[in-house]
């Protein structure tokens, strides 16, 4: 049983920040690459950034400048700070991991449910 747990959504003014946080827990040996993806209703989910295990990221265009992401290789969390918020950052966001679960197994894709996150403008 591996599970992701996103916290941190909620309601902002535009302009204003908010801090995503992922907490990966259960029968885990190793962490890969983790990740942010977000997503409107009826539309398809869309890459926010990524971290790689030695700490690269990369960032959509879209918010290249704004969100920083980040990971904590110790606790198993991926965090997302969301600086300088508009109404396009409204959508539902979610936390990915490649994760292992033991020596003998290869890498699976792991998602968080999700946690909204909504910019008033």
Known sequence: Q??????GG???QAGGSLRL????????????????YRQSPGKARE????VAKDG???YADSVK????????????????QMNDLNA??????????????????TSS???GQGTQVTVSS
Do not use: H, P
């Not at 946080?21 to 942010?36: E, H, K, P, T, V």
């Not at 890459?47 to 990524?50: G, H, Q, R, S």
């Not at 396009?88 to 197994?105: H, K």
């Open 88 to 105: 396009g950052d409204t959508m539902v966001y979610y936390c990915n991991a490649e994760i292992q679960r033991n020596r003998f197994a």
């Open 47 to 50: 890459l926010v950034a990524t």
């Open 65 to 80: 400048g704004r969100f920083t992401i980040s990971r904590d290789n110790a606790k198993n969390m991926v965090n997302l």
């Open 2 to 7: 591996v599970q992701l747990v996103e916290s």
């Open 109 to 111: 894709t792991y998602w």
């Open 21 to 36: 946080s992922c907490a990966a827990s259960g029968l885990i040996f190793r962490i890969n690459a983790m990740a942010w």
């Open 56 to 58: 690269t990221t990369n």
């Open 10 to 12: 909620g309601l902002v």
